[in-house]
C-alpha cells in the first residue's frame, strides 16, 4: 500500500454486541437513539403527509445507496486483494453502512413508506479493481459522493431531526472518505469546506 | 478515457488554463464526484446511468426502472436547458423525484459540470452497461 496502513482498534465486546443485536433483528442501540423521540416521525404531528411522503422518498433514496454500499464492500471483502488491516477497516464501514441502512428503512417504515431491497445484483466495475488501491479508491468514490448525497439531502427533509439524522449519517462517511484517502496517500481531508 | 475529452482534459492540464474549454471538463469531471454516491456514467446505481443523456426523454434510462412516477410523467426531454433547470433545483423542477437533492446552486459549477456530461455522455464515449 503507498500510503499508511489502516488497523482497526480492537473491540470485541462492542463488535459482539452488534452482532447479536442485528442477529435478533432489533436495531442497534444508536439507531434506537437515532429515532428516539421524533415527534414527526411518531405522529406526523409537524409535517404534513405530503411532505412526509416526501422525507420517505429521500430516505428512500439514500437507503438504496446504503445498501449498495453494503454490497460493494462485500464485493471489495471477497476480492482477496485486500491486506489483513484493511480487510477488517473495509468490514467495519461495512457494518457502518448496515447500520445507516436498518436505521433508515426502520424511519421509512415509521413514515408510513415502503423500504427498499437490496438488488439481485450490483454493476461494479471489478474488471477495474485489480490490487488494494484499486478496491480503496473504489470505496473511496462512494464514500465521497454519499457525503455529497446527503449534504444535498439535509436542507430537503421537512422534519429536521431527520436532517439531524442524515447529519450523523454524512459525519460517519465523511470519516470513512478521510480514512480512505489515508490509506491511498492523499491528504485525508483535502478542503475545510465540501459540496 | 474517450479520444476527445481525454485531449481535451489534457489541453487544460497543459496550459489552457482554468478558463478555457479543458478547465470546464476538468473541473465538470470534478464536480461529478458529487453525483457519484448515485450515478455512473455507463452503469445504473441507486440511480440511473448518464451514458446517452442528451436526446434522451426523462425515466427511460436502458434497465433502469426505479424512476420516480413524477419524472417518467414529466416530459422532459434532457437538453443542456432542461439539465440547468433540474439541476438548480431538481424538487422544484420535478416535484416528486426521488432525486433528493437540493441541487447545484452555482451557476458556473453547473455549466461545468454540463460541459463535462455533455462529453461523457455521448454516443461513442461511453458504453452502457445496465
Known sequence: MRGQDIVLPIDPQGSRRRTLLQGAGLLSAATVALLGGRPALAAGLKATPAQLEGDARILNTALGAELEAVAAYQVGAESGLLGAGTLKVAQQFQGHHKEHADALAAAIAKLGGRPVSPKAGYAFPVDKLRNELDVLRFAAGLERGAVSAYLGAVPLFADRQLAQVAGSILADEAMHWAVLRQALGEVPVPTAFLS | ?130
Open chain 2, 1 to 130: 478515457m474517450p479520444g476527445a475529452l481525454a485531449l481535451l482534459l489534457c489541453q487544460g492540464l497543459a496550459g489552457a488554463g482554468p478558463a478555457g474549454e479543458g478547465g470546464a471538463l476538468l473541473r465538470g469531471q470534478a464536480l461529478y464526484a458529487r453525483c457519484a454516491g448515485c450515478h455512473a456514467i455507463e452503469q445504473n446505481r441507486t440511480g440511473p446511468l448518464h451514458c446517452g443523456l442528451f436526446g434522451r426523454r426523462a425515466g427511460t434510462a436502458p434497465g433502469y426502472a426505479a424512476y420516480s412516477t413524477a419524472l417518467r410523467r414529466s416530459r422532459i426531454v434532457w437538453s443542456e436547458r432542461e439539465l440547468d433547470a433540474f439541476l438548480r433545483s431538481p424538487l422544484d423542477q420535478v416535484p416528486g423525484t426521488a432525486m433528493g437533492y437540493a441541487g447545484v446552486k452555482d451557476d458556473a459549477e453547473r455549466a461545468d459540470l454540463i460541459a463535462w456530461l455533455k462529453e461523457a455522455t455521448r454516443p461513442g464515449a461511453c458504453l452502457p452497461k445496465p
